[in-house]
């Protein structure tokens, strides 16, 4: 694909975000996405062969644009405490945004498409969580930053915590007090005192 193509790509996804921002995901169509870039159909149809399709190609960029971010912000010296309330903070920007956030249109997605198999994207993202988390709380226990006996369950439970704050910042709100709240207790669970 030629950089301009991709660059016809990358704007097609931009755009098709804001509209599943704005809509959800059920709501809309592919006449949504043309009208949104100012584009043909065929124009739209050359790179995308459904809203499905779109979305799906979104999770990735926006999965693999928070793994570079997170990466990015780690130093050689930072504990294993340190890793995971920077994982931590960033779930918290994420869970107070109020605009600009696809929730809505991911588990409407998922809701519609009840997979349960290991193709489910937000299945995947949900276990390499925990798989990430799981590490980081090992390398606490090693380190004597943390205590726990169960590592996976704790690594399960923290993820757990952080889907039903999404539902919750989605359905009925949420404050930063009430996301800090669940953030501590989730720290102090794990932290050795000294």
Same mark, same amino acid.
């Given at each position: 694909?030629?950089?301009?193509?991709?660059?016809?790509?990358?704007?097609?996804?931009?755009?098709?975000?804001?509209?599943?921002?704005?809509?959800?995901?059920?709501?809309?169509?592919?006449?949504?996405?043309?009208?949104?870039?100012?584009?043909?159909?065929?124009?739209?149809?050359?790179?995308?062969?459904?809203?499905?399709?779109?979305?799906?190609?979104?999770?990735?960029?926006?999965?693999?644009?928070?793994?570079?971010?997170?990466?990015?912000?780690?130093?050689?010296? =930072?504990?294993?405490?340190? /890793?995971?309330?920077?994982?931590?903070? !960033? @779930?918290?920007?994420?869970?107070? #945004?109020?605009?600009?956030?696809?929730?809505?249109?991911?588990?409407?997605?998922?809701?519609?498409?009840?997979?349960?198999?290991?193709?489910?994207?937000?299945?995947?993202?949900?276990?390499?969580?925990?798989?990430?988390?799981?590490?980081?709380?090992?390398?606490?226990?090693?380190?004597?930053?943390?205590?726990?006996?169960?590592?996976?369950?704790?690594?399960?439970?923290?993820?757990?915590?952080?889907?039903?704050?999404?539902?919750? =910042?989605?359905?009925?709100? /949420?404050?930063?007090?009430?996301?800090? !709240? @669940?953030?501590?207790?989730?720290? #102090?669970?794990?932290?050795?005192?000294?």
């Amino acid at each position: 694909m030629g950089e301009k193509s991709v660059q016809k790509k990358q704007y097609i996804l931009d755009k098709a975000r804001e509209v599943f921002v704005e809509k959800g995901f059920k709501n809309v169509t592919m006449k949504d996405i043309v009208e949104a870039c100012e584009i043909s159909r065929g124009g739209l149809y050359l790179y995308f062969d459904s809203t499905e399709q779109i979305l799906m190609e979104i999770l990735q960029m926006e999965a693999q644009e928070t793994d570079d971010l997170f990466a990015g912000h780690i130093s050689e010296e =930072a504990t294993a405490a340190d /890793i995971l309330t920077l994982f931590l903070k !960033e @779930q918290k920007k994420e869970l107070l #945004q109020k605009k600009n956030n696809l929730t809505v249109a991911v588990y409407e997605y998922f809701f519609a498409h009840k997979s349960t198999d290991k193709n489910n994207m937000l299945r995947k993202q949900f276990d390499a969580g925990v798989r990430v988390i799981e590490k980081l709380i090992e390398a606490g226990i090693a380190s004597g930053e943390f205590y726990c006996e169960n590592p996976r369950g704790a690594a399960s439970n923290i993820m757990y915590v952080l889907e039903g704050l999404k539902i919750n =910042a989605q359905t009925f709100g /949420i404050t930063e007090k009430m996301v800090d !709240e @669940q953030l501590l207790y989730i720290m #102090q669970g794990l932290i050795v005192d000294v």
